[in-house]
């Protein structure tokens, strides 16, 4: 949260997330100078970060690509991103942590279309999105050449057709780089210093390229765990099936999420 005020979309939002999620504890990531008291109910709890991490998209970039963000949760084995924009329809959280990916979230089409008719592409929207903490440090500490990374490659999202093709390819690159007696090692978390795109593009694309036991779950996993873009044909896609939840639902097809929330009253 970064203002206090809610709207009513955001509303709803924190609605479906109390009903749903509370028993797996509940927190507010927020600035220093928020004041949540009128809120935050009993039983949930706040973890502050500097106000600048919010004020603009560069700055909550910068927050989840940062150690100190997934430090603070280093007790947990997961934590679930919701952003306000979300709508959550399940409280099966637990299956999709049994099934031990390290990041998921809802699929983007091929080119981060808009619409479906791109094909599904890859997960995904880091909006709605579950993490294993563990994981992210590890990416986060490894040791690459400072500057063979970014801004070089990490321009081309592409999906190689053999994956291994992918996996670990930036060690690689940077071992290349460290036969130069005079380069300079730093963490990838330094690196992404000059990392030009948003913090999911790097947690569901680039991360893999660093570590290659980094799981990302696949598209078609994505569309059932959360939708984003084009929810109707999502749903047709899984047989009239709600996902555990969605993001920017009153961005995307409005009328569909309130036809769905009409006919299903114990959804949120």
Same mark, same amino acid.
């Given at each position: ?21 509370? &028993? ?9 100078? !928020?004041?949540?008291? =009128?809120?935050? @109910? ?13 004020? +603009?998209?560069?700055?909550? $970039?910068? =927050?989840? @690509? ?24 399940? $409280? $099966? ?6 099934? +031990? #990916? ?6 983007? #089409? ?7 008719k791109s094909g599904l592409w890859r997960v995904g929207n880091g909006g ?27 321009? %081309?999202?592409? @999906? ?17 780089? &460290? =036969?130069?007696?005079?380069?300079k090692q730093h963490s990838v978390e330094g690196e992404l210093q000059r990392?030009?795109? $948003? ?14 036991? #980094? ?6 996993? +994505? !569309? ?12 047709? @896609?899984?047989?009239?099936? =709600?996902?555990?939840? %969605? ?22």
């Amino acid at each position: 949260m970064y203002q206090t005020e809610l709207t009513s979309e955001e509303e709803v939002s924190l609605a479906s997330i109390r009903k749903h999620l509370s &028993g797996y504890g509940i927190c507010f990531v927020a600035p220093e100078s !928020l004041d949540l008291s =009128l809120v935050v @109910k009993d039983g949930e709890s706040i973890e502050r970060f500097a106000d600048d991490k919010f004020s +603009g998209i560069k700055g909550y $970039n910068c =927050l989840l @690509k940062s150690r100190a963000f997934y430090e603070r949760f280093d007790a947990s084995e997961y934590i679930l991103i919701a952003q306000l924009d979300c709508l959550i329809f399940s $409280n $099966n959280l637990d299956s999709w942590i049994g099934q +031990g #990916f390290d990041y998921i979230a809802a699929p983007w #089409f091929r080119g981060f279309a808009t619409d479906h008719k791109s094909g599904l592409w890859r997960v995904g929207n880091g909006g709605l999105s579950l993490r294993r903490v563990e994981s992210y440090l590890r990416v986060l500490r490894q040791q690459v050449v400072s500057g063979s990374i970014y801004p070089r490659w990490g321009h %081309c999202a592409w @999906k190689p057709p053999v994956e291994s093709m992918e996996e670990g390819v930036y060690k690689k690159i940077s071992a290349l780089y &460290g =036969l130069n007696p005079f380069a300079k090692q730093h963490s990838v978390e330094g690196e992404l210093q000059r990392f030009p795109y $948003n913090e999911d593009v790097f947690w569901a694309i680039e991360a893999r390229k660093f570590d290659p036991l #980094f799981r990302v779950a696949s598209a078609e996993e +994505g !569309l059932s765990f959360a939708f984003e873009v084009s929810p109707r044909w999502s749903f047709e @896609k899984t047989g009239g099936r =709600l996902p555990f939840g %969605c993001h920017a639902w009153a961005r995307y097809d409005r009328d569909f999420w309130e036809e769905v929330l009409s006919e299903r009253t114990d959804s949120i």
